[in-house]
């Protein structure tokens, strides 16, 4: 006698069911994986353009004073007065 499951076809219905959901969650650990590095990414390309931003604004403050009329007088009298 044959079980019922079996005889109705529900047993390898269910055998490829549980392939389909496996196979579904290999590919969903996959895309998962693949969008947090993604996000890591876009994460550490932010910090960088924040430390771009803070170095470009520090480097024109410098260019500026060096720049300013009377500035180097300021500095050799300074220098003059320390002496």
Known sequence: ???TAIRDGLLP???VLCCVC???AVVTH???RS???VVQSRRTLHIRQLE???LSEENRR???RRHRPGNHRRLRLRKHRSQ
């Open 22 to 24: 496996i196979g579904m």
């Open 1 to 3: 006698m044959i079980p």
């Open 35 to 37: 969008f947090s590095e």
């Open 30 to 32: 996959s895309f998962n």
């Open 13 to 15: 219905q269910s055998l």
């Open 62 to 64: 410098i260019a500026f």
């Open 52 to 54: 771009t931003e803070k």
